[in-house]
């Protein structure tokens, strides 16, 4: 029989600058924000959800944060939703706040953020999980979090701006690429996950933009099998040929606007092993309140298709071209829908301090048996 599912990407941004924050605030019921994440969660109702930038322990595994939020908020009906469960999860190691063994910005101090291998203030800090009801092969990952960036063929790293020992210790990934199986009733979709750094924040040399531009080259390698890939494993090569496989992640790539260097993301959404109709076709994700956003600078893409409340298509679910794909959204409701609310803070603002600054993002799937 064929397997009907549902999978979304959502930067539900439970990150704090000190570590185990947000251990001790999932240990309670209370907090308005996580309860308005979670009802859109048991609203959606995805079979398979990433969320970025939810803290952890940097090495990888759960301090509690992640089974509190599912236990006391997902497993918990928010308002007029019904609770729903993940017996499956996975929490992969992550490059943010891990400190270099070297001064990467030259300032003559090691030091969080600025000297991570990936930006953060602790490790962990910006992590992102694997949440599931299907069995996730976890003996089956493969991560490319240690590549080296300088190991990149053609790589875009601004050379004048590192210093020989950071070339010789900056991983490409700020967080973790990862390749993870899940069974759907004896069949393997592969899941490719990872969270770019944000191509902001540079001075003259670039150096995130050109961070974020590589980092998604690494995802189109991925798919390519490219042979200079090197796994943590030490395995080489990316995706085998015709494995079905959906790129998960807050990309912060947008294809026509924002501060990105445009062919990377213009490479993947174009790759022929991406489903065309998914990527910009007429199964792009879209929404009917992304239109009502305000902007504060003028943008050219498609209000329906954003995904993060400036007005950027940031946050992507694209499913291989062998997969069967049967309708699409962004989860940003009508003025009129009374969904609309679980956007809006007790004010009734819609708000990033009302739950995020990005909106879920969420493709249905038919896999044949």
């Given at each position: ?20 924050a947000i251990f001790a605030k999932t240990q309670h019921t ?86 991570g291998l990936g930006f953060g203030d602790h490790h962990g ?46 991983r490409l990934s700020s967080k973790n690429h990862l390749v ?190």
């Amino acid at each position: 029989m064929p397997a009907n599912i549902r999978v979304a990407v959502f930067n539900v941004a439970m990150s704090e600058p000190k570590a185990g924050a947000i251990f001790a605030k999932t240990q309670h019921t209370e907090t308005f924000r996580f309860q308005q994440l979670a009802a859109i969660i048991q609203q959606v109702r995805p079979d398979i959800l990433m969320l970025c930038e939810f803290d952890h322990p940097g090495n990888g595994g759960d301090d509690g944060a992640l089974a509190n939020f599912c236990q006391h908020y997902l497993g918990n009906a928010q308002g007029e939703q019904e609770a729903i469960e993940y017996p499956y999860c996975y929490l992969p190691a992550t490059n943010t706040g891990l400190l270099s063994p070297v001064d990467l910005n030259g300032d003559g101090v090691l030091s969080l953020p600025e000297d991570g291998l990936g930006f953060g203030d602790h490790h962990g800090h910006y992590g992102f999980v694997i949440l599931s009801r299907y069995p996730l092969e976890i003996d089956g990952a493969r991560t490319w979090q240690q590549f080296l960036w300088r190991d990149m063929p053609n790589n875009k790293m601004p050379v004048d701006y590192y210093s020989e020992q950071a070339q010789q210790v900056l991983r490409l990934s700020s967080k973790n690429h990862l390749v993870l199986p899940v069974n759907i009733n004896g069949k393997h979709l592969h899941l490719l996950c990872c969270h770019p750094t944000p191509p902001v924040f540079d001075g003259a040399e670039k150096r995130n933009a050109r961070r974020n531009h590589d980092e998604l080259r690494l995802v189109t390698d991925i798919i390519n099998n490219a042979d200079y890939l090197m796994d943590d494993a030490q395995q080489q090569g990316g995706l085998a040929p015709y494995t079905s496989f959906v790129v998960l992640g807050d990309l912060n790539a947008d294809v026509q606007d924002g501060d990105g260097i445009k062919p990377a993301i213009k490479q993947l959404l174009h790759h022929p092993r991406i489903h065309r109709e998914v990527s910009n076709g007429r199964l792009t994700p879209k929404s009917i309140g992304g239109r009502f956003a305000r902007t504060w600078q003028a943008r050219a893409g498609r209000p329906s298709e954003w995904t993060h409340m400036s007005g950027l298509r940031l946050d992507y679910v694209l499913p291989s071209a062998d997969l069967s794909v049967t309708a699409s959204g962004v989860f940003w409701p009508d003025r009129k829908d009374p969904l609309r609310a679980l956007l809006l803070d007790d004010r009734g603002r819609e708000r990033a301090q009302a739950g995020s600054d990005h909106r879920l993002v969420w493709v249905d799937i038919t896999l044949n048996s």
